[in-house]
């Protein structure tokens, strides 16, 4: 915590920089998603542009938590509790990739074939 005038000054600066950084991102990501110039992919809206953003936005979710939510300053434990739920999230987002190639087919998990529980949900009332 910041005790003397100057450190006080510093984390402000601080948190100015971040602040205006933040802002240059979000501007950033706009544009890589509507002018056309910036666009890297085909023309228009594709993948390559939604792995550039969400570039920027991991960038900005970084500085978030290592400024504002001062993490630069916690110990290392913090440091695996914060990485351990990135890596249970890959997980489960890979999990959910495997699923997809799993043989047994759920007619409710893929949409592809019409099931009695999807009749009843389509339905204004109840059976």
């Known amino acids: 915590m910041a005790d003397t005038p100057e450190a006080i000054r510093k984390s402000i600066r601080t948190y100015l920089i971040v602040g205006a950084a933040l802002f240059v991102c979000t501007v950033l990501t706009v544009m890589v998603a509507t002018v056309p110039i910036f666009d890297v992919g085909k023309h228009g809206f594709d993948t390559y542009d939604l792995i550039v953003g969400l570039g920027i936005a991991l960038f900005k979710v970084t500085l978030v938590a290592a400024v504002f939510m001062h993490l630069n300053h916690e110990k290392k434990s913090i440091y695996w509790i914060f990485f351990g739920s990135f890596f249970f999230a890959g997980a489960l987002y890979f ?27 389509a339905s204004p009332t109840l059976r």
């Open 95 to 121: 999990l959910t990739l495997f699923a997809k190639k799993d043989p047994i087919r759920d007619p409710l998990f893929y949409g592809d074939e019409k099931s009695e529980v999807s009749d009843m949900l």
